[in-house]
C-alpha cells in the first residue's frame, strides 16, 4: 500500500469524532435540549456577527468537520517544520494518536502552544523580515480557529481592507486606489508602520477580540499563542508584544486590530485603500494631506500603540509613490513602479548569470516560471512598452549567456553556422574581441538567436502573455 493511501486511511481514523452526549461548555447537565452538531454547523455558518456572543465557539472549533478542513488546509499549504522537526507527512500519525487528549485541551482551555521558530528573511527594500513558524500541530490549531473567527470578524471589517481578506486580493486595492484618484483625489498620504508584526500591543488586540468573542477558552488560547517564545540561534526568547507573520492566525489578528484604524477612516469620510499594514489615504490638496498624516499618527501612536516609520510614510502626488508594486499616475492609469521593476531586473540577472552551470533548457523553464508570475500580478497595469523592451534586455542576456557557454572562437562559429549563419558573417564574430555582452547585442548573434528560435526554445514572451490575460 502506497504512503498516500496508508496517510489518508490515518486521517479517516483521526478525524474527529463528535462527542454524542458530552455536556457544552456553560451548559448545565439537565432541563434543556442540546442542538445537534450539524444543527450548530449551520446555525454557526451564518455569518452573523452576533454569534460572537456564544460561549461555546471552542466546541465549534472542535467540531470533526472543522478540524478535518483545518487538516487539509494545513497540509495544502505544506510549510517548514516548527521547533519539535515534526513535518507535515507525521501529522497524521501524530493525530491518530493523540487526537483525545488535543481536543479534550481545546476544549478546557489548558493547550499550550510550542515556541515558534524564528527565521529572518531579506526584504526587497532592504531590512530582514522576522517570521515565526509554529509547530504543525499548532498551525492545525489556528486553522480549526481561523475557520471559526473568520466569519465571525470578517464581515465587520472596512469594505476598503483587503489584505487577507477572503474573496479579496491584491489586485483589488490598486484598483480602488485608481477609481480614488480618477475622481480628482491626486494627493496620497502613505503610511508605513514600523515593524507592524513585531509591535502588536497584546492587551490591547485582546481587549478588541474579547469586545465580539466570549468564550473565555478560545481567548486564553489565542493569548497564548500571542505569548509563545521564539526559538531563535539555539535560545527560546519570550515575547511581551508581537504576532510574528506565518501563522495562520496573524493576518485575521492583525486586520481585527487595525480595524480601528479602518473606522476611524470611514468615519472621517477619508478615501483609503488598506492592505494588511500599507495603508493609503487619498486626499485633494498637500495640505489637507499634512493634516490626516498629523491626526493619524497620533491615532496610531496614542490608541494603537503602533509606531509610523517617519522615513517611510509620506505625503505626495500619486505618481512619486507605490503601492503593492504598482505606481499611479495623475489621470488614475495603473503602471508597474520603478522600483518593482528593478527588483524584477535583478531576479532575471540572478536566473540568467553567465557563469551559471545549468543548461539552457533550465534555465528557460526557471525564468519562465517567474515570469509568468510576475507579468500575471501585473496585467491589469498599462506596461506592454515596458514589457517589450524588458523583452529585448531578456533575449539580450539568454543570447550572451548561449555565446559564452561555446566560450571558444571555433565553437561560437560553429554554433553559430548550425543556426543559420552564414560563415562569412559568423566568423566576425567569432573573432571579435568585444566583451560578451558587446557580443550578445550584435546583429549576427540577434539573427542567429532570432525571436522565433527563442519561442522554439519555450522562452515565455511577456508581451504575448500579457495580451492573452487582457483577453476576456
Known sequence: ??????????????????????????????????????????AFTAPDPARALTERLMEEVTSRDNLNRAYRRVKANKGAPGV???????????????K????????????????????????????????????????????????????????TFSASSFGFRPGRGAHDAPSQ?????????????????????????????????????????????????LQAGMMQH?????????????????????NLLLDDLDQELDRRGHRFCRYADDCNIYVQSHAAGERVMASLVAFLEGRL???????????AHVSERKF????????????????????????????????????????????NSFLTGWVTYFRYAKCKTVLTELDQWIRRRLRCFRLKQRKRRYAIATFLRDLGLPAWRAWPLAWSGKGWWRKAGSPQAAEAMSNRWFEASGLVTLVHHYAKLQTP
Open 177 to 225: 486606489a485608481s477609481r480614488y484618484v480618477a475622481e480628482g483625489r491626486s494627493i496620497v498620504v502613505d503610511l508605513d508602520l514600523e515593524k507592524f508584526f513585531d509591535r502588536v500591543n497584546h492587551d490591547i488586540l485582546m481587549a478588541r477580540l474579547a469586545r465580539r468573542i466570549a468564550d473565555k477558552r478560545l481567548l486564553k488560547i489565542v493569548r497564548r499563542f
Open 100 to 155: 483525545e487528549q488535543l481536543i479534550a485541551s481545546l476544549l478546557d482551555g489548558s493547550y499550550e502552544p510550542q515556541p515558534v521558530r524564528g527565521v529572518e528573511i531579506p526584504k526587497p527594500g532592504g531590512g530582514v523580515r522576522q517570521l515565526g513558524i509554529p509547530t504543525v500541530v499548532d498551525r492545525l490549531v489556528q486553522q480549526a480557529m481561523l475557520q471559526v473567527l473568520e466569519p465571525i470578524l470578517d464581515p
Open 234 to 254: 539555539g535560545v527560546c526568547v519570550e515575547r511581551h508584544e508581537g504576532t510574528p507573520q506565518g501563522g495562520p492566525l496573524s493576518p485575521l489578528l492583525a
Open 1 to 42: 500500500m502506497s504512503v498516500e493511501r496508508q496517510q489518508s486511511g490515518v486521517y479517516q481514523r483521526l478525524l474527529f469524532e463528535e462527542p454524542a452526549e458530552s455536556p457544552r461548555h456553560g451548559e448545565g447537565g439537565e432541563g434543556g435540549t442540546q442542538p445537534s452538531p450539524r444543527e450548530e454547523s449551520q
Open 84 to 98: 519539535d522537526g515534526m513535518t507535515l507527512a507525521d501529522l497524521a500519525q501524530w493525530i491518530a494518536e493523540h
Open 305 to 315: 500603540k503602533l509606531r509610523v516609520n517617519r522615513d517611510k510614510s509620506a505625503v
Open 324 to 367: 503593492l508594486g504598482h505606481r499611479l499616475l495623475a489621470d488614475g492609469t495603473l503602471t508597474i513602479a520603478p522600483k518593482s521593476l528593478d527588483r524584477a531586473k535583478d531576479r532575471i540577472r540572478e536566473l540568467t548569470r553567465r557563469n551559471r552551470g545549468v543548461a539552457f533548457e533550465e534555465m528557460i523553464g526557471r525564468l
